[in-house]
């Protein structure tokens, strides 16, 4: 499984584009990148999942660049209840079931 | 189901004491994860079932800790003579095929605390 480094921490205003970046050097040929958002007293949910250059859903943004050894969420205009935290993920679908998800990043959006 | 529920959502326990989580995972999904998660932490992987088989108990912490879903649906972490140091929340997950690439859909977590 892929080693993944997140900032531990950042903060925003609303209204203002956020970009959250991975570093995943390790990265194996089959692996994908999956990112996950969590809120206080929830778990996990699935926010986007890519393999190269760029996916967009209607939360975010994946941005991946051509050597795939780093990612980047983007969140559009984000608002207080984007407030989370956000995991990156990294592995592919036979590296077997054990799940790392790191500490991830704090995400606080103020007023 | 509408998604994956953990009973209890509280639980107090003094040291020393048996606990049993447990899990309704989503209709139909083959694979279930446990997770534990401590305050500030991610969620640290503990066990898999894939139906009822227990593929991968690699991050059980220790022999005091057993889990099973042995109708291949519900699932139920057991923690024996429970310590402080137990004292986290623990997150049930369920998948269709368990691979990472999978989403998966997790429950609202069992805070657990050792007095």
């Known amino acids: 499984l892929a080693k993944t480094t997140q900032p531990i921490s950042m903060d925003s205003y609303e209204g203002q584009e956020v970009n959250i970046t991975c570093s995943h050097n390790?990265?194996?040929?089959?692996?994908?990148i999956t990112w996950y958002q969590q809120f206080p007293s929830q778990g996990p949910r699935f926010i986007i999942q890519g393999y190269k250059t760029k996916v967009t859903n209607e939360v975010a943004s994946l941005f991946i660049p051509a050597d795939r050894k780093s990612s980047t969420l983007s969140l559009p205009r984000v608002s207080l209840s984007d407030t989370a935290v956000y995991y990156c993920?990294?592995?592919?679908?036979?590296?077997?079931?054990?799940?790392?998800f790191g500490a991830g990043t704090r995400l606080f959006v103020k007023a | 189901g509408a998604g994956v529920s953990q009973s209890p959502r509280y639980k107090v326990a003094k040291r020393g004491q048996d606990v049993a989580l447990r899990c309704d995972p989503i209709?139909?999904?083959?694979?279930l994860f446990w997770y534990q998660q401590a305050l500030g932490q991610g969620p640290e992987f503990l066990t898999y079932f894939q139906n009822e088989a227990q593929l991968d108990k690699s991050g059980l912490p220790s022999d005091r800790f057993f889990a099973e879903r042995p109708e291949g649906s519900v699932s139920t972490l057991k923690i024996q003579r429970t310590q402080q140091e137990d004292s986290a929340v623990y997150l049930c997950?369920?998948?269709?095929?368990?691979?990472?690439?999978?989403?998966?859909?997790f429950g609202p977590g069992t805070r657990l605390t050792v007095l």
């Open positions: 993920l990294v592995g592919d679908k036979t590296g077997g079931f054990k799940t790392i």
């Open positions: 209709s139909g999904h083959v694979s």
């Open positions: 390790n990265i194996a040929t089959n692996d994908y």
């Open positions: 997950a369920s998948s269709t095929t368990g691979a990472i690439t999978d989403t998966q859909y």
